[in-house]
């Protein structure tokens, strides 16, 4: 695929690589440290990853996230695939966003992902019994 970014990587931007998964670190940060894992195999959806990709891109996942604690040190971490336009891909390659969370980088961190739709993300405000 010539016109998908994620295929055609500089090299130089690669921090880790294994069979099936390329590491990197986001283009457009939306925390120090943000890292995406790539599938090496052009796919769009998380569903149409092979057994051994999903265990190997798993792999990855955690071996970005012992590397970032070891380097920055975050007090939490969102992970995050935009599946489809409708949830907001952008770019029709399957990545998983790794992004670390530091204590202060939102007044209240609480509901992390829900936030996509505001609407509903504050859940626990009107339930006295609410988990969050």
């Not at 986001?26 to 959806?45: A, E």
Request: net charge neutral.
């Amino acid at each position: 695929m010539q016109s998908c970014p994620f295929c055609t990587l500089d090299a130089k931007r690669i921090l880790r690589q294994t069979h099936h998964a390329i590491v990197i670190r986001d283009g457009f940060p939306v925390s120090r440290g943000h890292t995406l894992i790539i599938p090496k195999r052009h796919v769009n959806s998380f569903f149409e990853l092979t057994d051994d990709e999903r265990v190997d891109i798993f792999s990855s996942l955690n071996a970005a996230k012992e590397y970032l604690d070891y380097e920055l040190r975050p007090d939490g971490y969102n992970i995050g695939i935009n599946d489809g336009a409708a949830a907001g891909q952008t770019v029709p390659h399957l990545h998983i966003h790794l992004i670390p969370r530091y204590k202060g980088d939102r007044p209240d961190p609480r509901g992390g992902v829900r936030w996509v739709i505001p609407k509903n993300a504050d859940y626990w405000s009107d339930r006295e019994d609410a988990v969050s």
